[in-house]
C-alpha cells in the first residue's frame, strides 16, 4: 500500500520523473551492465538494449505502477505485474538481483533528477520501487514453487527441425536427461538460451505451438529475424540431434478453462500460442465454438497453416476467417477488421500479433461490445502497451 506521506510526492512528481525517464533507464542500464556485465550473459537480451526496445519498457513500467499506485493506493497492479513476473520467471530472475537493480537504477535517478530530487522525493520513490519489487518477488515464488523441478535451464535434444511458412521454422524438442518436465497450459511460452558466435548467451521467449500438455515434446515455431541475434542462430545453425537450453513453461495468457465462446485474432507470426490453444481443443475433444481470425501477407508466409486449418476442421463449431493482404480468391482481400462479424458477447478473446494490429482488433472489439477484461493479449519482446505505449 502507497503511504499517505508519499502519495502527494508521487503525484506532484510523476509528470516530472515520467518526462525524465528516457534518459534516466538508459543511465541506469549503463551503470548496471559496467558493475555486473554477467547479467547479459543469458539474461537481459542485447538486442533489446540495443534498440531501446527495453529502456521503453522499464520506464514504462515504473510509471505505470506508480500512475495506479496515485489512482489506488491500497491496491496492487496485479494484472501488469503478473505479465512481469512471468516473464522473469521465464529468465531465471532472483530476488537478490532486485537489490542490484535498485542501486543503479536509484544511482541514475539522482544523478538525472539532481536539479529538483530532495530526500522526501527519493524516499517516496523508493516506497514506490519496494512496493513493485516485493510484489514481484512474491508471485515469481509461487510461480517457481509449482514447477514440477528447481531448475532454470534444462537440456531439450531437437528431434525435428521443419519449415514453417516463409522464413518460419517449427522446433520439435525431447529431454535429454530425466528432469522432472513441468506441463504446459495453451498459450503458454517457454525461454530458449543459445549460445552466440561471439560466445555470449541470448534468451528469447517463444510461445509453444502444439502439444503443451505432453511431458515429452516441447514444440515451438519462430520467425527469422535477420537482424536479430537468437532466431538466426536457431534457423541456420541448430540442427537435429543438437542439445539446446529450455525453461519451464511461463505465462499468464491461457486459454480459460469455460465452455464459453473463444475467438483468436492474430497476425502473422502471433498465430503461434492461438495454434497452442486449438491443438488443444481439438486433441480434448472440446464442444465449444470457436472463431479464428488471420490476416497474412499470403498464404505462403502462414507459418502453421496445415495445423490450425486440420484442427478447425476437427473442432465442431469451429470456423476459420483469413485476410491477406496479397489477394487470393476465396479469402477477405487486406487487413483484418471485425465490421460484419457476429461475434459472440460472451466470447473470451485472444489477440497476437504486431502491436498495432492488436490495438486496432482490441478497439473493434470492445466497440462491438466484448467487455475489455474479457479481451487477452500476448506481446513478444518487451511488453511496451503494458508499459504505456499507447
Known sequence: MLSEKSRPLIEATLPLVGSRLGAI????????????????????????QNNGEQQKALAGSIAGFASALVANPDIIPEQMLSRIAHKHTSLGITEDQYQIVYKYLFEAI??????????????????????????????????????????????????????????????????????PVTTARPGQFVSVRVALPDGLRQ????????????????????????????????????????????SNPYGDVTLDDGDGPVVFATAGIGCTPSASALRSLASNGVDREVLVLHAEKNLEAWALREQMTADVAAIDGANLTLWLEEPTDGFNKGFMTLEGLDIPADASMYVCGPLPFMKAIRNQAIDAGIPATKIHYEVFGPDLWLAGAN
Not at 543511465?27 to 537481459?44: C, K, T, V
Open 110 to 179: 539522482a544523478e538525472e533528477l539532481a536539479d529538483v530530487i530532495t530526500a522526501e522525493i527519493a524516499e517516496a520513490w523508493t516506497e514506490v520501487y519496494w512496493l513493485m519489487a516485493n510484489a514481484l518477488v512474491k508471485i515469481e515464488k509461487g510461480l517457481y514453487a509449482i514447477q514440477a523441478n528447481d531448475r532454470m535451464w534444462m537440456p531439450w535434444t531437437v528431434v525435428e527441425k521443419n519449415p514453417a511458412g516463409t522464413d518460419c521454422m517449427t522446433f520439435v524438442l525431447e529431454p535429454a536427461d530425466d528432469t
Open 25 to 48: 533507464t538508459p543511465n541506469f542500464y549503463a551503470r548496471m551492465f559496467a558493475a555486473h556485465p554477467e547479467l547479459l550473459d543469458g539474461l537481459f537480451s542485447r538486442a533489446n
Open 203 to 246: 534468451c528469447r521467449q517463444y510461445s509453444l505451438s502444439a502439444d503443451v500438455e505432453s511431458t515429452t515434446r516441447r514444440v515451438f515455431t519462430t520467425k527469422r529475424d535477420d537482424g536479430g541475434e537468437v532466431s538466426p542462430v536457431l534457423h541456420r545453425n541448430i540442427e537435429v540431434g543438437d542439445v539446446v537450453e529450455l
